[in-house]
Protein backbone atom coordinates (compact mmCIF):
# COMPACT_ATOMS: atom_id res chain seq x y z
CA UNK A 1 0.00 0.00 0.00
CA UNK A 2 1.35 3.42 -1.10
CA UNK A 3 1.31 5.87 1.49
CA UNK A 4 2.69 9.72 1.91
CA UNK A 5 3.69 12.09 3.64
CA UNK A 6 6.38 14.71 4.02
CA UNK A 7 10.36 14.17 3.16
CA UNK A 8 12.98 12.97 5.58
CA UNK A 9 16.52 13.22 4.38
CA UNK A 10 16.96 9.38 4.68
CA UNK A 11 14.88 9.54 1.30
CA UNK A 12 17.04 11.47 -0.41
CA UNK A 13 19.56 8.49 -2.07
CA UNK A 14 16.09 7.44 -3.11
CA UNK A 15 14.74 10.91 -4.69
CA UNK A 16 17.98 11.38 -6.46
CA UNK A 17 17.55 7.85 -8.20
CA UNK A 18 13.83 8.43 -9.25
CA UNK A 19 14.88 12.62 -10.20
CA UNK A 20 17.80 11.35 -12.31
CA UNK A 21 15.72 9.52 -14.71
CA UNK A 22 12.13 10.54 -14.51
CA UNK A 23 12.10 13.29 -17.21
CA UNK A 24 12.88 11.99 -20.13
CA UNK A 25 10.10 14.27 -22.02
CA UNK A 26 12.13 17.40 -20.83
CA UNK A 27 14.19 19.26 -23.11
CA UNK A 28 17.28 18.45 -21.71
CA UNK A 29 17.54 14.58 -22.51
CA UNK A 30 16.22 15.80 -26.10
CA UNK A 31 19.22 17.69 -26.79
CA UNK A 32 21.95 15.53 -27.95
CA UNK A 33 24.69 18.25 -27.58
CA UNK A 34 24.10 17.98 -23.58
CA UNK A 35 26.12 15.16 -22.05
CA UNK A 36 23.78 12.55 -20.45
CA UNK A 37 25.55 12.45 -17.07
CA UNK A 38 25.32 15.81 -17.25
CA UNK A 39 21.46 16.19 -17.48
CA UNK A 40 21.33 13.28 -14.62
CA UNK A 41 23.36 15.45 -12.57
CA UNK A 42 20.92 18.77 -13.04
CA UNK A 43 18.01 17.37 -11.91
CA UNK A 44 19.91 15.54 -8.99
CA UNK A 45 21.14 18.99 -8.51
CA UNK A 46 17.24 20.48 -8.72
CA UNK A 47 15.88 18.06 -6.39
CA UNK A 48 18.29 18.86 -3.72
CA UNK A 49 17.40 22.59 -4.12
CA UNK A 50 14.16 21.58 -3.79
CA UNK A 51 14.53 19.06 -0.80
CA UNK A 52 16.64 22.21 1.19
CA UNK A 53 14.08 24.41 0.73
CA UNK A 54 11.05 22.54 2.05
CA UNK A 55 13.70 21.81 5.11
CA UNK A 56 14.70 25.72 5.40
CA UNK A 57 11.47 26.97 5.03
CA UNK A 58 8.62 24.57 5.53
CA UNK A 59 5.65 27.52 5.81
CA UNK A 60 6.67 28.12 2.15
CA UNK A 61 7.66 24.87 0.85
CA UNK A 62 6.70 21.40 0.97
CA UNK A 63 8.41 18.34 -0.53
CA UNK A 64 5.37 15.05 -0.05
CA UNK A 65 6.51 11.56 -1.09
CA UNK A 66 4.85 8.35 -1.85
CA UNK A 67 6.00 5.31 -0.07
CA UNK A 68 5.68 1.71 -0.32
CA UNK A 69 7.14 0.30 3.19
CA UNK A 70 10.48 1.38 2.50
CA UNK A 71 10.65 2.35 -0.85
CA UNK A 72 9.98 5.98 -2.08
CA UNK A 73 7.94 5.75 -5.37
CA UNK A 74 7.43 9.63 -6.31
CA UNK A 75 7.47 12.94 -5.26
CA UNK A 76 5.81 16.14 -5.06
CA UNK A 77 7.74 19.83 -4.27
CA UNK A 78 5.42 22.99 -3.50
CA UNK A 79 6.06 26.32 -2.44
CA UNK A 80 4.35 29.29 -2.59
CA UNK A 81 6.27 31.86 -4.50
CA UNK A 82 7.29 34.74 -3.46
CA UNK A 83 7.57 37.30 -5.93
CA UNK A 84 4.16 36.06 -7.87
CA UNK A 85 2.51 36.58 -4.11
CA UNK A 86 3.60 40.08 -3.40
CA UNK A 87 2.85 41.64 -7.01
CA UNK A 88 -0.71 40.19 -7.47
CA UNK A 89 -1.77 40.40 -4.03
CA UNK A 90 -2.62 36.60 -3.51
CA UNK A 91 -1.16 33.69 -2.72
CA UNK A 92 0.07 32.02 -5.81
CA UNK A 93 1.12 28.50 -5.60
CA UNK A 94 3.98 26.29 -7.85
CA UNK A 95 4.92 22.61 -7.93
CA UNK A 96 8.05 22.69 -9.01
CA UNK A 97 8.74 18.92 -9.61
CA UNK A 98 6.67 16.17 -9.62
CA UNK A 99 7.89 12.67 -10.81
CA UNK A 100 6.83 9.01 -10.05
CA UNK A 101 9.02 5.27 -10.59
CA UNK A 102 8.13 4.28 -13.90
CA UNK A 103 6.26 0.66 -12.48
CA UNK A 104 4.17 3.70 -10.36
CA UNK A 105 2.68 5.63 -13.37
CA UNK A 106 -0.93 5.21 -15.19
CA UNK A 107 -2.00 3.77 -11.97
CA UNK A 108 -3.81 6.77 -10.31
CA UNK A 109 -0.75 7.14 -8.17
CA UNK A 110 -0.27 10.65 -9.27
CA UNK A 111 -3.53 11.79 -9.34
CA UNK A 112 -3.72 11.00 -5.55
CA UNK A 113 -0.26 12.78 -4.80
CA UNK A 114 -1.70 15.74 -7.00
CA UNK A 115 -5.13 16.08 -4.23
CA UNK A 116 -2.91 15.95 -1.56
CA UNK A 117 -0.46 18.79 -2.88
CA UNK A 118 -3.42 21.00 -3.65
CA UNK A 119 -4.37 19.88 -0.01
CA UNK A 120 -1.24 21.93 1.33
CA UNK A 121 -2.33 24.36 -1.36
CA UNK A 122 -5.35 25.20 0.56
CA UNK A 123 -4.04 25.20 4.19
CA UNK A 124 -1.94 27.68 3.16
CA UNK A 125 -4.28 29.90 1.79
CA UNK A 126 -3.22 29.88 -2.08
CA UNK A 127 -5.69 31.21 -4.55
CA UNK A 128 -4.00 29.84 -7.77
CA UNK A 129 -1.44 27.32 -8.17
CA UNK A 130 0.72 26.91 -11.34
CA UNK A 131 2.50 24.13 -12.85
CA UNK A 132 4.60 23.58 -15.62
CA UNK A 133 4.74 20.25 -17.88
CA UNK A 134 6.75 19.37 -21.28
CA UNK A 135 3.53 19.67 -24.61
CA UNK A 136 4.56 15.94 -25.05
CA UNK A 137 4.33 14.32 -21.31
CA UNK A 138 0.37 13.49 -22.06
CA UNK A 139 0.19 11.49 -19.33
CA UNK A 140 1.28 14.46 -16.79
CA UNK A 141 -0.90 17.18 -18.99
CA UNK A 142 -4.31 14.95 -18.48
CA UNK A 143 -3.48 14.31 -14.27
CA UNK A 144 -2.79 18.19 -13.82
CA UNK A 145 -6.65 18.66 -16.23
CA UNK A 146 -7.94 15.88 -14.55
CA UNK A 147 -7.45 17.75 -11.68
CA UNK A 148 -9.08 21.26 -12.89
CA UNK A 149 -5.82 22.45 -14.08
CA UNK A 150 -6.04 24.08 -17.23
CA UNK A 151 -3.76 25.24 -20.10
CA UNK A 152 -3.09 29.36 -20.26
CA UNK A 153 -0.09 29.13 -22.07
CA UNK A 154 2.10 26.99 -24.28
CA UNK A 155 6.03 28.19 -25.57
CA UNK A 156 9.09 26.99 -26.97
CA UNK A 157 12.49 26.65 -26.15
CA UNK A 158 14.92 28.33 -28.21
CA UNK A 159 18.51 27.68 -27.89
CA UNK A 160 21.79 28.94 -29.38
CA UNK A 161 24.58 26.64 -28.96
CA UNK A 162 27.13 29.93 -28.76
CA UNK A 163 30.23 26.64 -28.21
CA UNK A 164 31.24 25.98 -32.04
CA UNK A 165 32.89 22.43 -31.36
Same mark, same amino acid.
Given at each position: ?6 ? $? ?8 ? @?????? $? ?11 ? !? ?14 ? +? ?5 ? $? ?6 ? !? ?6 ? @? +??? @? ?13 ? @? ?5 ? !? ?15 ? !? ?19 ? +? ?25
Amino acid at each position: MVTFRKV $KPSDVPQLRE @IASTAF $KHHRFWLDKKLDP !ERVKEYYVKDLDRLVT +ASFNDPE $KNNFLVAV !EGEKVVGY @I +ALR @IDDLLTSTFRFKWGV @IGSFALR !EGYRHKGLGSEMLKKAL !EWFVSKGASRVDVWTDSENIP +AIQCYEKAGFRTIYSGLTLTLNMRRD
